[in-house]
């Protein structure tokens, strides 16, 4: 009764997404997430929750739940610190990415908080859901730094993980809140033989242990998750590459940080993207991967459809969709529980992987905003170079309303990328919401 009762009054103002991508509802912000499929035969997700592009992250912690890993079921403050349900009652720093844990009925998640003494700590619960309570910190040995991740071995081994830079790990004491301080080891990992960043994730596949992490590998900044294997849980790791690379999803992007985890038997990668043009205000997102015999992950493309199939052409294909932004060009949030393609100039361009047209479109309809001088709009599929669907001429306008405009399209079928290549003397030609395409021949699900 106790956690039933718990669960009705999070979820009073829980909210839910049937977005493929973002998995993080509209006007939600879910960075950092870690994925755990717990033995309720649901996905659950917990994140950390950005609130401005001014500084990371908040007071509070959420969980994404999924029972079929495209419906996503929000539940906030599952963990606070500070007002209301204050979990941490030995300061008000806001928190960081967290992970989770579960052993012998109880559920821990592990929290930390930058430029503290004790810079992570761990709380309890009974539900999955939280609410998680009785904060009490972490001794790291004097290695305080963040990120912690809580693995499990098949022998009941539990381990700790942290850090930025080098990766520290240590194992746990059966309470599962204090650590073994003579195991502290570090440097399982290092910048310069991993590219390892922060943010590290353990599993274990097939006998492999594997860490997933931010790589910073391309371009000397973190926006990969990359991984590393080996035979022992403390090492030596092999440095295998890059799972997905999240450049482009936004025209400030700056980190990425996730999981990976398997679901019904197939195994799923969990990240995130930035918005706002800013490297916060970031959104959770997944993708299917594979993992081979060798044990190898092969890279994998940011897409609009994540772990479900292509999206319908004739539904509504919301902005904050677009998987790749090049240019200026920015999702933002407006209105409570919406989000929006602006601060569009000449030569930005957005792309939607992927999306099935059935047997065939005629017209496209968009929800938009026009700008003082209007511009032009370029849709295409497969490449911004390849087969143009129609150029679309935008009239400028002096009203701030937002409405529908239909436009002719060329046939098209079967799946696609489609790309929005846009035109014009203003620096801001319009704002869109959404678009979606019609047709006489066209198929549905």
Not at 68 to 83: G, P, R
Not at 130 to 146: E, K, M, R
Not at 370 to 382: F, W
Request: charged fraction near 20%.
């Amino acid at each position: 009764m106790k956690t039933a009762l718990a669960f009705f009054s999070l979820v009073l103002a829980a909210m839910l997404s049937s977005a493929q991508n973002p998995i993080s509802p509209p006007g939600v912000y879910i960075a950092d997430p870690t994925a755990r499929a717990w033995n309720d035969g649901k996905m659950h997700i917990y994140g950390s929750v950005d609130e401005s592009c001014d500084y990371y992250c908040s007071h509070h912690h959420y969980v994404l739940v999924s029972a079929d890993m495209l419906n996503w079921q929000l539940v906030e403050n599952i963990f606070t610190s500070k007002d209301e349900g204050d979990g941490v009652p030995y300061n008000e720093t806001v928190l960081f990415a967290p992970s989770a844990a579960y052993k012998d009925g109880v559920y821990y998640l592990y929290y930390c908080q930058p430029d503290r003494d004790f810079a992570e700590g761990v709380a309890i619960s009974e539900s999955p859901i939280g609410s998680f309570t009785g904060g009490v910190p972490i001794d790291l040995g004097g290695y305080n730094q963040i990120d912690p991740d809580v693995f499990i071995d098949d022998d009941g081994t539990a381990y700790y993980l942290w850090g930025q830079f080098t990766l520290k790990m240590a194992k746990l004491k059966p309470t599962m809140k204090e650590l073994q301080m003579e195991t502290i080891t570090d440097s399982i990992l290092t910048e310069d033989k991993h590219h390892f960043h922060e943010g590290a994730f353990m599993t274990k596949i097939n006998g492999l242990y594997y860490l997933v992490y931010a790589d910073i590998s391309r371009g000397d900044i973190p926006t990969c998750l990359g991984y590393a294997t080996s035979r022992s849980a403390l090492g030596p790791y092999q440095y295998r590459g890059v799972i997905i690379d999240n450049n482009h999803c936004n025209p400030r992007n700056w980190n990425n940080h996730g999981s990976i985890a398997e679901f019904n038997g197939q195994w799923y990668v969990f990240y995130h993207r930035s918005t706002h043009g800013c490297n916060k205000m970031r959104k959770a997102c997944v993708e299917p991967i594979e993992i081979r015999v060798d044990g190898s992950i092969p890279e994998v493309e940011m897409t609009s459809q994540g772990a479900g199939p292509p999206l319908l052409a004739n539904f509504r294909i919301e902005a904050e969709q677009a998987c790749i932004l090049n240019g200026n060009l920015r999702i933002e949030q407006f209105g409570l529980n919406n989000e929006k393609l602006t601060n569009i100039y000449s030569g930005d361009k957005a792309a939607f992987k992927y999306i099935d047209f059935g047997k065939g479109v005629d017209s496209i309809t968009i929800m938009i905003k026009p700008g003082n001088k209007g511009g032009k709009m370029v849709v295409s599929i497969d490449k911004p170079w390849h087969q143009r669907l129609a150029l679309i001429e935008i009239s400028p306008e002096k009203s701030d309303e937002w409405q529908t405009q239909t436009f002719p399209v060329k046939s098209v079928n079967g799946v696609h990328a489609l790309w929005l290549h846009f035109y014009g003397e203003n620096d801001e030609m319009l704002e869109m919401d959404w678009f979606s395409f019609s047709g006489r021949d066209i198929q549905t699900r």
